[in-house]
């Protein structure tokens, strides 16, 4: 029995200086301004990073399911988030944050630590903290200027990933939902998280 950072650190060993620049699901596009302190109007994020520039610490959930979620969500270069979180958190260390954020948070290993992407819709942020009670979008609604962007962006995750995923045994359910819609509205949704992905590319307030 070995415990979770044991289990990182072999990871990064076994695998090698090169398991830091695997891109297994293709995302490219640069980190969003507000994690460097930008404005924003989602609260989940602002107050994240807020909490991030005061203290350089962030709890398991803060990481890995609001600014892990996020960037994965908006095709954030894995490369780009990994350096992001090594120059934020104080505890950082490079053999321990390759593998969590490489592997468990954005899935670019195809598969070798985490058996499915740590990805929500923002009901889960909802359920987890506080932060959708204050935001200026709405969790509960999907489409429209008040829709918070982790639904359509989830959505729009699923379907361009869809090749990569939709043999996932554990994804299963969301696939099933996705099927479940009727074509017009899985057009919306995919037309909105790409939207959203627009504004991130340029630098516009989300």
């Not at 990064?12 to 640069?30: F, K, M, R, V």
């Not at 989602?42 to 399911?65: C, E, G, N, P």
């Not at 043999?167 to 996705?178: C, F, I």
Request: proline content about 5%; aromatic content about 14%.
């Amino acid at each position: 029995m070995i415990g979770w950072r044991e289990y990182m650190r072999g990871i990064y060993h076994l695998q090698g200086p090169d398991y830091a620049t695997s891109n297994g699901l293709g995302h490219h596009a640069p980190l969003p301004p507000v994690y460097w302190g930008a404005p924003s109007k989602m609260a989940s994020m602002r107050v994240v990073v807020d909490q991030t520039k005061r203290y350089a610490y962030a709890h398991h959930i803060q990481r890995l399911m609001v600014t892990g979620n996020f960037a994965l969500l908006a095709g954030v270069s894995p490369q780009e988030l990994h350096e992001w979180y090594l120059s934020v958190y104080i505890g950082a260390f490079e053999w321990v944050e390759v593998p969590n954020t490489i592997g468990m948070s954005q899935w670019t290993d195809g598969g070798l630590v985490a058996s499915k992407p740590y990805i929500a819709l923002g009901a889960y942020i909802d359920r987890m903290s506080d932060y959708c009670k204050s935001c200026h979008y709405s969790v509960v609604e999907k489409l429209g200027d008040r829709a918070c962007p982790f639904n359509a962006l989830y959505w729009h995750f699923l379907n361009r990933h869809r090749a990569f995923f939709k043999r996932n045994p554990r994804m299963g359910q969301a696939y099933h939902l996705w099927g479940g819609f009727t074509p017009e509205r899985q057009a919306a949704l995919i037309a909105k998280g790409q939207a959203i992905i627009c504004d991130l590319a340029a630098n516009r307030l989300v």
